[in-house]
């Protein structure tokens, strides 16, 4: 609720209750490091590093406008649009 009201990132929202969770004697110390899976770890973290790539070179809003260019169209199955405010005839064009 916290995040959704934008008064608590979420990230650090799940690190409070990790904390607490420790703190309170839920899940022991060993137990927490057991379940951090290393190479789940490493992928977040070369994820974070490609989405902020992304949004500082502006990739992410071009695929952003893209997609949104498809979504505001009415596509058929085979992806021709078949009624559309925008120019285009088929999300192929994008």
Do not use: Q, W
């Amino acid at each position: 609720m916290l995040s959704a009201t934008n008064t608590l990132n979420i990230d650090v929202g799940a690190l409070y209750c990790c904390v607490l969770l420790v703190a309170t004697g839920c899940v022991e110390v060993a137990e927490a490091y057991r379940a951090v899976d290393g190479r789940v770890m490493l992928a977040v973290v070369f994820a974070f590093g490609v989405s902020s790539a992304m949004e500082t070179s502006g990739v992410a809003g071009l695929i952003a406008r893209k997609i949104g260019a498809c979504e505001t169209a009415n596509i058929h199955i085979d992806g021709t649009i078949v009624r559309s405010d925008s120019p285009l005839r088929s999300c192929s064009e994008l």
